[in-house]
């Protein structure tokens, strides 16, 4: 059993009185109530925190929101290059990518290239729909966002491993002349694709392409039974029995609500956990130890 660790960097310090009158926190929440500077302190700490993940031997997933306190990773690829040049040891997951918004799925090939080469072989990539409001941010149509979900996997996929020189790709959603990343990835023939879906379609489908499929659950208080229900154990099986296997590539996510809105401010350098290292003591320069 692997385990991985999943740290969102929510904003947790907005009054509850503006909570209350927001129309939306994951949409239209005005940026005015994030402090940059207790924002850059939470940084620094979801960071530290993935660092002492990679001292303990805890996988790392990194994902990204838009547009509201339940996540201050906008960005994805950003955390995952600095994740692939600050760890050392823990394998990485980008969990992941909005592809139905992204513009250009070579491009996000060419970030994830380079993140693999970086982290020597330790990245593992990861798909995700998106929804309403990653749809609004990203000035996306959701029409026909199922179509181009997988056309975006399925060129990310030939961008990644073809190894022949320039090709070209005429599809129904994306048109590229000339697709010839450099660096390729360090792992052969692309890192291992991971996607996170909650409808047996999806799955069964993710089954017959060999991706890992993460089947994420989304409540209140966790469940005291530690087996996932029923539909999730359906879509986990026919994901099986598409792929051909007995064992299902299902890695349950659950998430839970963040600290309370009206908790503390943070110090001015907060730390939630013991720094492993900091500016003080930097880490080698230089190839990791073997």
């Not at 760890?87 to 992941?96: A, C, E, F, K, P």
Request: hydrophobic share 35%; with cysteine; aromatic share 6%.
């Amino acid at each position: 059993m692997q385990a991985w660790y999943l740290n969102e960097n929510p904003y947790p310090f907005v009054p509850p009185h503006v909570l209350d009158a927001a129309e939306s926190v994951r949409g239209s929440l005005p940026n005015r109530y994030c402090d940059p500077k207790i924002a850059a302190d939470l940084f620094q700490e979801a960071l530290d925190e993935y660092l002492l993940c990679d001292d303990v031997g805890i996988n790392v997933v990194s994902n990204e929101h838009h547009a509201g306190i339940n996540c201050l990773f906008g960005a994805s690829p950003l955390i995952l290059g600095i994740l692939a040049r600050q760890t050392r040891n823990v394998r990485i997951l980008s969990l992941g990518t909005l592809i139905t918004v992204r513009t250009d799925p070579v491009r996000v090939a060419e970030e994830y290239a380079t993140a693999d080469v970086i982290s020597r072989g330790r990245l593992e990539i990861g798909f995700v729909k998106s929804g309403g409001t990653e749809m609004a941010s990203g000035n996306a149509n959701p029409i026909g966002i199922v179509d181009r979900f997988w056309e975006a996997i399925d060129l990310i996929r030939k961008a990644l491993s073809h190894r022949d020189g320039p090709f070209s790709w005429e599809g129904k959603h994306f048109t590229h002349r000339h697709v010839n990343i450099w660096p390729g990835p360090w792992q052969q023939p692309h890192p291992p694709l991971w996607a996170a879906t909650g409808d047996p379609t999806t799955s069964a489908e993710l089954g017959r392409r060999g991706i890992v499929n993460v089947m994420v659950f989304r409540t209140a208080e966790a469940p005291r039974s530690s087996t996932p229900p029923t539909p999730t154990r359906k879509a986990c099986g026919w994901a099986a029995s598409c792929c051909g296997s007995s064992t299902p590539r299902c890695a349950p996510r659950r998430s839970t609500p963040s600290s309370s809105p009206g908790r503390s401010r943070p110090s001015s350098r907060p730390r939630s956990i013991p720094r492993s290292r900091g500016p003080g003591c930097p880490r080698p320069r230089g190839r990791p130890p073997a």
